[in-house]
């Protein structure tokens, strides 16, 4: 550790603390102000920091921070981006500490976003104050921090199409990803797409007497589960007429490199309570959360769930859907695809409507780029030698796509998480090892990135 962030390092985490007690959650509009307020913070950490410039930019919902410190037209730029929202806490009963009080144990600490994304985009951040106070910035910096990443970031891309010149940089660096286990660092070369959607079924037109009705008329909420599990066949392949029209098949020899990227099974299963695993056949796990796509039901409601019984056959059954997608598939042709089937495989009794939400495409970065060679030498000279493994990352930042299309700019995804991490999940947690070692290897970024570039 470098003697700026050793000597720092308790007012760094204290500050990280700070920001994780606003409970920026932007699904929910009745934490519109705490959005804000949390906007702000980022905006004065990049003002102590040493940025030259630091704003807030509305938008038609929550707001984006950009700040830059621009040293010399001469050196390349990077664009960080990360976000400052976070996913809701609910159930907050599962937590066993307040999502927005955060604590630390066992090294780790806890709250809402200590991971996704605070603890990852302050690294940046406090990597910056760092390079400003020792004087060892080695290329422009711009920094935008969105506040609207876990609701699918609607209005962003606007933003990045009205603000072209603004934004111009050479690369895009991002800490919204994991890595393998603290000893084995790794680089995210790709993310998943997505198709996110909800459904409604509708049998009679009212909720009916399950004694007076039933056997005689839909239900809803039993048609639904039928629908549902068709989608998929015994082997677990997704049903839906075109769904792997355009997958993109690796190679045996891709397959091969994938798999020899450490796994252990039996930790996996020990990690999430669980016997077995399930999946498509054919595909070991790193495959299956790497390189196919996947449909899964994010919920399910209807008829009565309160207290105690109630005799009903409901009118109405609900579903939320997603479908995770991989090179070359497109989140539209994948909405049409399901909405024509889904409607085609409804029973005569019911009615059926599907409402598309977010989208967004898949993405792969190549490995032998020479930002991607800046990024393995950081992470190799901050891991002591150690060479970090490329690997495919089974979540989705859909506006790294959208990056590539409007600022013709590939994205480093060099995050810092751990599967374990629980993000989106009660008792989310973030590593202080994996903070700090964040702030020690962004640096490193930069260095060998202008190197590199000269
Ligand atoms: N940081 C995650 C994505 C992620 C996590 C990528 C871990 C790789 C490893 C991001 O904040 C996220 O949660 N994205 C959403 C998509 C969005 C449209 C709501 C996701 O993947 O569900
Ligand atoms: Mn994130
Ligand atoms: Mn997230």
Sequence with gaps: MN???EANKDRFLNELLDLLRIPSVSADAKFKD???HCA????DALLKA???LAEIHETAGHPIV????LIDPALPTVLVYGHYDVQPADPYELWHSPPFEPVIKNDRIYARGACDDKGQFFMHIKALETMVATNTLTCNVKIMIEGEEEVGSPNLG????DNKEKLKADVILISDTSIIANDTPSIESGLRGLTYLEVEVTGANRDLHSGVYGGAVANPINVLCEMIASLKDQNNHITIPGFYDKVLELSAAERKAMNEAPFDLEEYKRDLDIDDIEGEAGYTTVERTGIRPTLDVNGIWGGYTGEGAKTVLPSKAYAKISMRLVPNQHHEDILALFTQHFLAIAPPSVKVVVKPHHGGLPYVTPTDSLEYRAAELAMEEAWGGKKPVPTRGGGSIPIVALFEQELGLKSILMG???????LHSPNESYGLFNFYKGIETLPLFFKH???LKQ
């Design 3 to 5: 003697t700026f962030l």
């Design 34 to 36: 705490d959005v804000r």
């Design 40 to 43: 702000e913070a980022v905006r």
């Design 50 to 52: 040493g940025a030259d």
């Design 66 to 69: 950009y700040g830059e410190k």
């Design 158 to 161: 606007l933003f990045v199409r």
């Design 416 to 422: 810092f998480g751990l599967d374990i991490d629980a």
């Design 449 to 451: 990135y202008a190197a």
